[in-house]
Nanobody, 112 residues
Framework: QVQLVESGGGLVQPGGSLRLSCAAS????????MNWYRQAPGKGRELVAF????????TYADSVKGRFTISRDNAKNTVYLQMNSLKPEDTAVYYC?????WGPGTQVTVSS
């Protein structure tokens, strides 16, 4: 059974940091590129970051460039999203995506 499960979300103050994790199972993780998306209340789903299967190529949305870092550990079947200098506008449900599969999402709330 192909599955993605996110973790690491929560409530953080502006300027703070969070690290999201996405654990993959049921497929050969190392063969697939992975993405992080987010969806804020009342808005569409937005691609935040991409990483290729080897982990050597990444791209980011302009809104998070320089603040977020995507990485992966193919030995642990896990992709990460390190989020620094968080802003209230980063508040959203964050989703892991790959192999045409979505995780259930993890809520990130940035508020004082």
């Amino acid at each position: 059974q192909v599955q993605l499960v996110e973790s690491g979300g929560g409530l953080v103050q502006p300027g703070g940091s969070l690290r999201l994790s996405c654990a993959a199972s049921g497929f050969t993780f190392s063969m697939y590129s992975m993405n992080w998306y987010r969806q804020a209340p009342g808005k569409g789903r937005e691609l935040v970051a991409f990483i290729n299967s080897a982990g050597v190529s990444t791209t980011y949305a302009d809104s998070v460039k320089g603040r977020f870092t995507i990485s992966r550990d193919n030995a642990k079947n896990t992709v990460y999203l390190q989020m620094n200098s968080l802003k209230p506008e980063d508040t959203a449900v964050y989703y892991c995506n790959g192999r045409q599969t979505w995780g259930p999402g993890t809520q990130v709330t940035v508020s004082s």
